[in-house]
């Protein structure tokens, strides 16, 4: 496997979806795309478009869109789901709950959600293969070209990532892509045979097999933070106060470890729960633990110690660890150009963001905090 030399960094949507679309319009036989979130908006309507001219070409399509996260593609932003138009009355409360949870500004009062002419053609069409209607709780987002190219990470398909959400925050994330028929079987096998593929770069997930879990993610978490021993990087999306987890972070930094955490100044969701997880770090450490708030939308879920990198999908919370199918690259750290890009990136983002110099920095809504904990 030529490690690094095949990969290739994708730094937010802006530079995520050029590449995704490129793949698409390239594809000779197969696209196989699993996405979270996939909106009715102007970035999905363009990935569905680009979708249904390479079916329309001959290419097999085979989308699998999670009806899990329709709460979420209704309750913010355009409030319009692209494959998902009509929601059960459990999921409407669900949604309708999260909007009196989370208030956000400028979004539609009533997001009107119609069956689209593209739409329907997708739907109907004898080359697109398209499971919608089953509640996975999977989380990961990926696509397969050709059984050539994998794209993995972050982010969703939707506006927001590639550019700013409703509320003005600019959207944070990564995907990364791997070049080659030796990463797309590596992967595949590590689904089917559920082992480490190398030790060099190998994939870590959560995956339901009908009544089987195989859930890895929070171990593979802790075995990084446990092993580091010079640096620890923490850049998270939504991070809850596990206790593991902030017993073992504490252990590091109590060991010598410089501990950076960076996360929202103010997220779309969780943000009293990221506050708290903050506030008792930094407290307990007595501020030595380096706490960074960011101006953007931190969407990134990446964990960096001394040997490696891992970037995916993975928050640090409850769900994520026990409900949701999750995947994470784990890289070695080597002197190469894909990871001297990662590195600069990450600290180009410390940089615009603002130090917590004292955990009575930190203000949150308890309650809110609380509720968040048993919701996350």
Known sequence: MAFYNDLELLIDGKNAFPVILDCIKNAKKSIYINMFIWRDDNIGNIIGEAVLEAANRGVKVDISKDKYGVVLEKSEEVKKSFFHKQQTLSE????????????????????????????????????????????????????????????????????????????????????????????????????????????????????????????????????????????????????????????????????????????????????DSNYKTLKKLLKESNNGIDVYLSPKMVHTKMIINDQYISLGSTNITKKAFNQLDELNAFMRIENHEFVNCLFNSVEEHFNISSKVENYKELRYNKFTAFIEGFLV
């Open 92 to 271: 409407k409360i669900k949604y309708k709950t999260l909007e009196l949870f989370y208030p956000m500004k400028n979004t539609p009062k009533n997001g009107k959600d119609f069956e689209t002419d593209l739409y329907l053609k997708i739907m109907h069409h004898p080359n697109i293969n398209i499971s919608k209607d089953i509640f996975k709780a999977d989380h990961s987002k990926y696509y397969i070209f050709d059984d050539d190219v994998l794209i993995m990470g972050g982010v969703n398909i939707e506006d927001k990532e590639n550019g700013k959400d409703f509320q003005g925050r600019f959207y944070q994330d990564y995907m990364i892509k791997f070049n080659g028929k030796e990463y797309v079987e590596s992967f595949k096998n590590k689904y089917k045979n559920k082992e480490k593929n190398s030790v060099d770069l190998f994939y870590g997930i959560n995956y339901k097999e009908k009544s089987n879990k195989y859930f890895e993610m929070e171990k593979l978490y802790l075995d990084m933070i446990n092993s580091s021993k010079k640096e620890l990087t923490i850049v998270m999306a939504y991070f809850s106060p596990l206790k593991e987890f902030i017993d073992a972070i504490l252990n590091a930094h109590d060991r010598g470890v410089k501990v950076k955490i960076l996360t929202s100044k103010e997220a779309n969701y969780q943000n």
